[in-house]
């Protein structure tokens, strides 16, 4: 069988210099202190006396290294943490950015699912768009003409294809986006999950085009943090950690290496000193935990078993009326609950103030709660009509498994959040 | 399903760019339905929501060639080659009008089109590229005004010099598309450009002959002031279409030669730049 993709060697470096944080959080002060210095600055760079710190550019790999091979109409899933290098593998692949050493082959057109609305154009009409957008795909004016009646079909549009897209609604925005990207029938197609937006309905619909083009013995490369969707949708997976190639395998093996290698942080969130806004003071976050049964840090739940999360704290004062917050919402941003460590009257009046010292705060989340799917978990720390102290929205993320949970037994997804066990009773009347 | 256009898949390869073949000038043939593509959508939304739509085309040529007329004509009396002051301003205000607004909107093409270039592959010459052609059409249309002008005055071309004219618009372009490569490179990671493109082409007017004869020029001053290619392309305008002065001479191809130059060393310095725009914009 024929080599789609042929990566050898690949390397891609970044530089992380003063020249991108610069005035990042845009303070008056510091812009007028920095051009004050300039004359300074550009002495010292013609003299070649680089002034300390500042024009020092570190770099860094996001890849290292990587060398794989994609047959033609294989569907390789790609893991990794964030920053993992997941993206910067795609947009190489997609020569949206060159690599920095190594060579990729690629042979056919890629097309990727977050090219979608790429081009358009407010002021061009539903039409225009369609020929604009196409071209910008790669697709041909004649692959175009022959498409068009199918793409507008597609889109549920078609009263307004003479209409400027400035006037349409989001909704009919994206499915005209979608329906264009969805016919462009690339040989190699790239979806990346992580990045995509849009609604339920809209991922479904990514999900759906990615199933049927593997169908129809195209290669893809799909890259998602959900890994029943990985092993749902692909035969073979690659592990990236750090621009790394871990390991490459069986889509089964791979992702329990991943899941069990524990890279990094999973299930975890540990906030470095420099990450802690100076006016958080006097709380200081340590640490965010999620445990299952047996205390251990994990990255997936099971939806059958009990959670904990745990939220470890410091105090350097005194607080009064501290309450911590927990936020958890699905990955398309939905908040699913709500819930503070001093909700429970007791609790409330028992911790009315807090005296300095190291805390944890543990919530056991029951069990048959969560769907299938990725939620994020957000940290705050307040006194209610007082202050915040410190908040985190998206401070970490887990998966949830659902194996054996109720339902289980259809395979099709249930729509909702939540997927709890239900005291169901059937009666028969007759 | 409709047909589906088969075509044998072709193999790219990817890796980092070197030498000159790294100008990879044969994408930009093969993506040459895309240029079409954005020229037509930046004409089409260019006077989207304005009230005098494409006459914006010729009343900003025709409004600076009255405000010289009165300024440079009738108070300080420029000598303008025994031309009509009018027409011998308005030839002038022609390719300079193309090239400026080829600068303003071609040092803008990729920053205002980030999410193109952080998304997808294409030759990112195209934006530049398809910007300054865009102006060739506001180009066209000022150029009625022109002939309007010319049959008022009684002035004739002579087929002699007339067929000259595209010549000096392709150096106009080229000179324009190398100075726009340059800055919108520069653009992407400085945007000082957009605050010194002001005073750059308010500069440049002072030393192209839009307003004035070069005649004016000292000779041995001559030599320097034809390195702006401007200037051997307003001169070849008004030669080729008002038979003014002496026609090509040596002080065109120092034009000439500094318009390639800087087309070249454009091409070089943004593929150079080109593999890090997705990052740095």
Same mark, same amino acid.
């Given at each position: 069988?024929?080599?789609?993709?042929?990566?050898?060697?690949?390397?891609?470096? @970044?530089?992380?210099?003063?020249?991108?944080?610069?005035?990042?959080?845009?303070?008056?002060?510091?812009?007028?202190?920095?051009?004050?210095?300039?004359?300074?600055? +550009?002495?010292?760079?013609?003299?070649?006396?680089?002034?300390?710190?500042?024009?020092?550019?570190?770099?860094?790999?996001?890849?290292?290294?990587?060398?794989?091979?994609?047959?033609?109409?294989?569907?390789?899933?790609?893991?990794?943490?964030?920053?993992?290098?997941?993206?910067?593998?795609?947009?190489?692949?997609?020569?949206?950015?060159?690599?920095?050493?190594?060579?990729?082959?690629?042979?056919?057109?890629?097309?990727?699912?977050?090219?979608?609305?790429?081009? $358009?154009?407010?002021?061009? !009409?539903?039409?225009?768009?369609?020929?604009?957008?196409?071209?910008?795909?790669?697709?041909?004016?004649?692959?175009?003409?022959?498409? $068009?009646?199918?793409? %507008?079909?597609?889109?549920?549009?078609?009263?307004?294809?003479?209409?400027?897209?400035?006037?349409?609604?989001?909704?009919?925005?994206?499915?005209?986006?979608?329906?264009?990207?969805?016919?462009?029938?690339?040989?190699?197609?790239? %979806?990346? /999950?992580?990045?995509?937006?849009?609604?339920?309905?809209?991922?479904?619909?990514?999900?759906?085009?990615?199933?049927?083009?593997?169908?129809?013995?195209?290669?893809?490369?799909?890259?998602?943090?959900?890994?029943?969707?990985?092993?749902?949708?692909?035969?073979?997976?690659?592990?990236?950690?750090?621009?790394?190639?871990?390991?490459?395998?069986?889509?089964?093996?791979?992702?329990?290496? @991943?899941?069990?290698?524990?890279?990094?942080?999973?299930?975890?969130?540990?906030?470095?000193?420099?990450?802690?806004?100076?006016?958080?003071?006097?709380?200081? =976050?340590?640490?965010?935990?999620?445990?299952?049964?047996?205390?251990?840090?994990?990255? !997936?739940?099971?939806?059958?078993?009990?959670? @904990?999360? /745990?939220?470890?704290?410091?105090?350097?004062?005194?607080?009064?009326?501290?309450?911590?917050?927990?936020?958890?919402?699905?990955?398309?941003?939905?908040?699913?609950?709500?819930? $503070?460590?001093?909700?429970?009257?007791?609790?409330?009046?028992?911790?009315?103030?807090?005296?300095?010292?190291?805390?944890?705060?543990?919530?056991?989340?029951?069990?048959?709660?969560?769907?299938?799917?990725?939620?994020?978990?957000?940290?705050?720390?307040?006194?209610?009509?007082?202050?915040?102290?410190?908040?985190?929205?998206?401070?970490?993320?887990?998966?949830?498994?659902?194996?054996?949970? #109720?339902?289980?037994?259809?395979?099709? =997804?249930?729509?909702?959040?939540?997927?709890?066990?239900?005291?169901?009773?059937? /009666?028969?009347?007759? | 399903?409709?047909? +589906?256009?088969?075509? /044998?898949?072709?193999?790219?390869?990817?890796?980092?760019?070197?030498?000159?073949?790294?100008?990879?000038?044969?994408?930009?043939? +093969?993506?040459?339905?895309?240029?079409?593509?954005?020229?037509?959508?930046?004409?089409?939304?260019?006077?989207?929501?304005?009230?005098?739509?494409?006459?914006?085309?010729?009343?900003?040529?025709?409004?600076?060639?009255?405000?010289?007329?009165?300024?440079?004509?009738?108070?300080?009396?420029?000598?303008?080659?025994?031309?009509?002051?009018?027409?011998?301003?308005?030839?002038?205000?022609?390719?300079?009008?193309?090239?400026?607004?080829?600068?303003?909107?071609?040092?803008?093409?990729?920053?205002?089109?980030?999410?193109?270039?952080?998304? *997808?592959?294409?030759?990112?010459?195209?934006?530049?590229?398809?910007?300054?052609?865009?102006?060739?059409?506001?180009?066209?249309?000022?150029?009625?005004?022109?002939?309007?002008?010319?049959?008022? @005055?009684?002035?004739?071309?002579?087929?002699?010099?007339?067929?000259?004219? #595209?010549?000096?618009?392709?150096?106009?372009?080229?000179?324009?598309?190398?100075?726009?490569?340059?800055?919108?490179?520069?653009?992407?990671?400085?945007?000082?450009?957009?605050?010194?493109?002001? $005073?750059?082409?308010?500069?440049?007017?002072?030393?192209?002959?839009?307003?004035?004869?070069?005649?004016?020029?000292?000779?041995?001053?001559?030599?320097?002031?034809?390195?702006?290619?401007?200037?051997?392309?307003?001169?070849?305008?008004?030669?080729?279409?008002?038979?003014?002065?002496?026609?090509?001479?040596?002080?065109?191809?120092?034009?000439?030669? *500094?318009?390639?130059?800087?087309?070249?060393?454009?091409? +070089?310095?943004?593929?150079?730049?080109?593999?890090?725009?997705?990052? !740095?914009?």
């Amino acid at each position: 069988m024929a080599i789609a993709i042929s990566v050898k060697n690949l390397g891609k470096r @970044y530089r992380i210099g003063a020249a991108q944080t610069k005035f990042k959080y845009g303070m008056l002060r510091e812009v007028l202190v920095d051009v004050a210095m300039t004359p300074v600055r +550009i002495y010292k760079g013609l003299t070649g006396k680089a002034v300390r710190g500042t024009s020092s550019s570190s770099s860094f790999w996001a890849l290292k290294d990587i060398s794989f091979d994609v047959e033609e109409g294989k569907v390789l899933g790609i893991v990794g943490r964030n920053g993992a290098g997941k993206s910067t593998l795609l947009k190489i692949l997609s020569r949206v950015t060159e690599p920095t050493e190594g060579t990729v082959s690629v042979r056919g057109r890629v097309g990727s699912l977050l090219e979608v609305g790429t081009g $358009f154009h407010p002021e061009l !009409t539903g039409r225009e768009n369609i020929f604009m957008n196409g071209a910008i795909l790669g697709m041909k004016n004649a692959e175009i003409e022959s498409k $068009f009646d199918e793409i %507008v079909d597609f889109s549920e549009v078609s009263q307004f294809i003479d209409t400027p897209v400035k006037r349409y609604s989001s909704g009919m925005y994206l499915r005209l986006a979608f329906a264009v990207a969805a016919h462009l029938e690339p040989e190699i197609l790239v %979806v990346d /999950e992580v990045l995509a937006v849009g609604d339920a309905e809209f991922q479904r619909k990514c999900l759906g085009k990615m199933g049927d083009v593997a169908q129809q013995g195209r290669t893809v490369l799909f890259v998602s943090h959900n890994m029943s969707a990985i092993l749902r949708l692909t035969q073979e997976a690659i592990v990236l950690n750090k621009g790394q190639l871990l390991m490459r395998g069986p889509t089964q093996e791979a992702v329990d290496y @991943y899941l069990s290698s524990g890279q990094a942080q999973a299930g975890e969130r540990i906030w470095d000193v420099h990450e802690i806004p100076a006016s958080s003071a006097p709380f200081r =976050p340590i640490s965010l935990k999620v445990k299952d049964r047996s205390g251990k840090v994990v990255d !997936t739940i099971r939806s059958t078993e009990p959670v @904990y999360i /745990e939220f470890e704290y410091q105090l350097d004062a005194p607080i009064t009326g501290l309450r911590i917050g927990f936020y958890l919402s699905t990955m398309r941003g939905e908040y699913v609950l709500t819930s $503070f460590d001093t909700d429970d009257p007791q609790m409330f009046d028992q911790f009315d103030s807090r005296k300095s010292g190291h805390y944890i705060s543990c919530a056991e989340i029951p069990a048959d709660i969560f769907n299938e799917g990725r939620y994020g978990l957000g940290v705050n720390a307040s006194s209610f009509g007082v202050r915040r102290y410190f908040m985190d929205e998206n401070a970490l993320a887990f998966n949830v498994d659902i194996s054996g949970a #109720p339902g289980t037994q259809w395979l099709e =997804p249930r729509v909702g959040p939540v997927r709890p066990r239900l005291e169901w009773k059937i /009666e028969k009347l007759v | 399903m409709t047909e +589906i256009i088969k075509h /044998e898949p072709t193999t790219v390869y990817i890796k980092p760019p070197k030498g000159l073949a790294a100008l990879n000038l044969r994408d930009l043939w +093969i993506y040459r339905e895309l240029v079409f593509f954005m020229i037509w959508r930046d004409i089409k939304v260019r006077y989207k929501q304005t009230l005098l739509g494409a006459l914006w085309a010729i009343i900003q040529p025709v409004l600076t060639m009255l405000v010289f007329t009165f300024l440079f004509g009738k108070i300080a009396k420029v000598s303008s080659d025994g031309i009509p002051y009018p027409i011998f301003s308005y030839t002038a205000l022609l390719p300079w009008g193309l090239f400026v607004g080829a600068l303003n909107q071609a040092s803008r093409s990729l920053t205002s089109n980030h999410n193109m270039i952080t998304k *997808i592959y294409f030759p990112r010459l195209i934006l530049p590229v398809a910007s300054v052609l865009g102006g060739l059409v506001d180009f066209a249309i000022a150029f009625v005004v022109l002939i309007g002008l010319m049959v008022y @005055y009684s002035v004739t071309p002579s087929w002699a010099s007339l067929w000259t004219l #595209p010549l000096f618009l392709l150096l106009a372009i080229i000179a324009a598309l190398g100075v726009s490569l340059w800055l919108s490179a520069i653009n992407v990671q400085y945007r000082d450009v957009n605050y010194a493109l002001p $005073f750059l082409t308010q500069f440049w007017l002072f030393i192209t002959p839009v307003a004035y004869s070069s005649k004016v020029i000292s000779e041995k001053w001559q030599l320097a002031y034809s390195m702006n290619p401007m200037a051997g392309v307003v001169n070849g305008f008004r030669w080729a279409l008002l038979g003014s002065g002496s026609g090509p001479d040596a002080s065109l191809w120092v034009s000439v030669a *500094i318009s390639f130059l800087i087309l070249f060393s454009g091409l +070089i310095y943004f593929r150079n730049m080109e593999k890090t725009f997705a990052d !740095t914009i």
